[in-house]
């Protein structure tokens, strides 16, 4: 009898979005005049900007014609996609990163979870709480973890509380650890790292030879000019950081599917005969083996994004979410609401009010307001008694959504 991946046995019930959906579902079918609005997973409504889409019809014509036509690509995406990130997102603003050190692919959660491929199994892994489920779950099914307790935390991580005290930024540890999830601007708390924030994390890893896995999936909704993008903005970063990037949330494309992972050629990890081995190799060989590439179609659409037409587009959308989050913030706060995030982020995380759990707030919001957002607790055990609103919808639909939890909450 073949026998199974028993790691999968220790995660919780559910991936998260999936049991939020399922309880929405639940909750439409027994109310089917409900009009429901969906705040809760981040997932982009606005169409694709005009010059990702002529990219792509162009790209589409390409495929039709004998001289253009494309068959497999390269495993790290076409040269001149990864030219035109290395010179746009990254060399514009002072970092040292070459084409050859990015690679492409279809979603940087894909990426966060397949990065583990590369590592050994005996590294200690320190995530922030609450935090993207991914990087916890990735994890227990890759067998790094004990089994989880009554809070849902699993044996063998090491939690670094993140809450309004410490500004939802993790305190640094004291001891050693070896691999860290660091996610800025922050999912789920909409939290964002100072130069100053980074440069002690990057100063801790190399003095402790740890790698931080950097999920900078929301910098562009970074308005403060003063914060980083990138880790790479800080010195010695190229020699303990891993960058994940997505076109999802800026460009639209959680459809779509395209990202890219930076991988610095500088970065090393130990053997176990104690030799340095370059990441930048090992990664580039785990993704030839078991990845094609994305799409021509798809990498041409999202060069398209550093086009001065889909720069001023990108602008545009990425302004527009941002104008949601700040109607979502004055709204909740104006119904008396504790809120955070929001300023820099697409994301907003709120208190639930009057002691309520997060899932008990997540049901009175569904069937008081038909308003779906995401429990906090969701993100983690520290994200108990929060809620995060997601700022990716239609503006009618933010608003409304508004009137409704204003009414609701009012005095
Ligand atoms: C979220 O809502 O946290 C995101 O949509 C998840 C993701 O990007 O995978």
């Known amino acids: 009898m073949a026998t199974i991946n028993d790691n999968y046995l220790k995660l919780k019930a559910g991936?998260?979005?999936?049991?939020?959906?399922?309880?929405?579902?639940?909750?439409?079918?027994?109310?089917?005049?409900?009009?429901?609005?969906?705040?809760?997973?981040?997932?982009?409504?606005?169409?694709?900007?005009e010059a990702c889409r002529t990219a792509m019809i162009?790209?589409?014509?390409?495929?039709?014609?004998?001289?253009?036509?494309?068959?497999?690509?390269?495993?790290?995406?076409?040269?001149w996609l990864?030219?035109?990130?290395?010179?746009?997102?990254?060399?514009?603003?002072?970092?040292?990163?070459?084409?050859?050190?990015?690679f492409i692919s279809d979603g940087s959660k894909c990426d966060c979870g397949n990065?583990?491929?590369?590592?050994?199994?005996?590294?200690?892994?320190?995530?922030?709480?609450?935090?993207?489920?991914?990087?916890?779950?990735?994890?227990?099914?890759?067998?790094?973890?004990?089994?989880?307790?009554?809070?849902?935390?699993?044996?063998?991580?090491?939690?670094?509380?993140?809450?309004?005290?410490?500004?939802?930024?993790a305190q640094i540890p004291t001891h050693k650890v070896d691999l860290i999830y660091l996610c800025f601007p922050n999912n789920p708390t909409g939290a964002?790292?100072?130069?100053?924030?980074?440069?002690?994390?990057?100063?801790?890893?190399?003095?402790?030879?740890?790698?931080?896995?950097?999920?900078?999936?929301?910098?562009?909704?970074?308005t403060d000019p003063s914060l980083p993008h990138s880790i790479y903005e800080i010195e010695g970063a190229r020699d303990c950081a891993i960058e994940f990037r997505s076109f999802s949330k800026n460009a639209g494309f959680t459809g779509t599917r395209c990202a890219l992972t930076v991988v610095p050629k500088t970065l090393t990890g130990k053997a176990a005969d104690g030799s340095d081995i370059e990441l930048w190799k090992l990664w580039n060989r785990r993704q030839s083996t078991k990845f094609n590439g994305v799409s021509y179609i798809?990498?041409?659409?999202?060069?398209?994004?550093?086009?001065p037409a889909g720069k001023a587009q990108i602008q545009e959308l990425v302004g527009f979410y941002m104008k949601n989050a700040?109607?979502?913030?004055?709204?909740?706060?104006?119904?008396?609401?504790?809120?955070?995030?929001?300023?820099?982020?697409?994301?907003?995380?709120?208190?639930?009010?009057?002691?309520?759990?997060?899932?008990?707030?997540?049901?009175?919001?569904?069937?008081?307001?038909?308003?779906?957002?995401?429990?906090?607790?969701?993100?983690?055990?520290?994200?108990?008694?929060?809620?995060?609103?997601s700022a990716f919808n239609s503006r009618a639909n933010v608003e409304a959504a508004m009137d409704r939890i204003s009414e609701k909450f009012k005095a």
Not at 22 to 44: H, T
Not at 58 to 79: C, H, I, N, T, W
Not at 82 to 100: T, Y
Request: aromatic share 12%; glycine share 10%.
């Open 326 to 389: 700040q109607i979502i913030r004055d709204r909740l706060s104006a119904a008396g609401l504790q809120v955070y995030g929001g300023v820099n982020a697409p994301y907003v995380w709120v208190q639930t009010p009057d002691g309520l759990s997060s899932w008990d707030f997540f049901d009175k919001l569904l069937h008081n307001c038909n308003v779906v957002g995401t429990p906090g607790s969701g993100f983690g055990a520290a994200g108990e008694g929060y809620f995060r609103i």
């Open 115 to 169: 990065i583990l491929d590369i590592f050994g199994n005996n590294n200690t892994i320190a995530v922030t709480d609450p935090v993207y489920p991914v990087y916890v779950d990735t994890n227990v099914m890759a067998g790094h973890t004990g089994d989880a307790n009554e809070r849902g935390e699993y044996g063998g991580l090491v939690y670094l509380p993140i809450n309004a005290a410490n500004d939802f930024t």
């Open 298 to 307: 798809v990498q041409r659409g999202a060069e398209a994004v550093y086009s």
């Open 192 to 222: 964002v790292a100072t130069k100053e924030h980074l440069q002690a994390w990057v100063s801790y890893a190399k003095a402790h030879g740890s790698i931080i896995f950097f999920d900078a999936a929301y910098e562009a909704f970074i």
């Open 58 to 79: 162009q790209a589409v014509e390409d495929m039709g014609d004998r001289s253009l036509f494309k068959g497999y690509g390269p495993e790290q995406g076409y040269e």
């Open 82 to 102: 990864r030219e035109a990130i290395a010179k746009n997102d990254f060399q514009a603003r002072g970092c040292e990163i070459d084409a050859s050190e990015i």
């Open 15 to 49: 991936y998260l979005f999936p049991e939020i959906a399922r309880r929405v579902n639940e909750f439409a079918k027994s109310n089917p005049d409900a009009s429901i609005i969906r705040l809760g997973i981040g997932d982009v409504t606005e169409p694709l900007p």
